[in-house]
Nanobody
Framework: QVPLEESGGGSVQPGGSLRLSCTPS????????TGWFRQAPGKEREFVAS????????TYSDSVKGRFAISRDLATNTVYLQMNALKPEDTAEYYC????????????WGHGTQVTVSS
């Protein structure tokens, strides 16, 4: 069973907004770090943003800094990615991944949610 599930993708026009959600399948799933990644057709998967579970420290790729915001709902362990001022180059399949400790790789992934930005 995939421990993470993404939702919130869709089609929007340039300049629009979407909010993605990453929800763990089990209530006991507490990741050290949750990250959002994306993969466009013919390209490698790339890092978008991450958030540390305890203190909320966040990191963003340069391509989304100032437009996207990652946050966590501690009550539900849901991680959100608020995407504003979307551009056609943001079109991709978006995945959330989880690291369980500081020395771990991203071990758990969801199936992804598609984001399409076009006019």
């Amino acid at each position: 069973q995939v421990p993470l599930e993404e939702s919130g993708g869709g089609s929007v026009q340039p300049g629009g907004s979407l909010r993605l959600s990453c929800t763990p399948s089990g209530s006991t799933f507490n990741a050290y770090m949750t990250g959002w990644f994306r993969q466009a057709p013919g390209k490698e998967r790339e890092f978008v943003a991450s958030i540390v579970g305890s203190g909320g420290s966040t990191t963003y790729s340069d391509s989304v800094k100032g437009r996207f915001a990652i946050s966590r709902d501690l009550a539900t362990n849901t991680v959100y990615l608020q995407m504003n001022a979307l551009k056609p180059e943001d079109t991709a399949e978006y995945y959330c991944g989880a690291r369980m400790d500081p020395f771990d790789i991203y071990k758990y992934w969801g199936h992804g949610t598609q984001v399409t930005v076009s006019s």
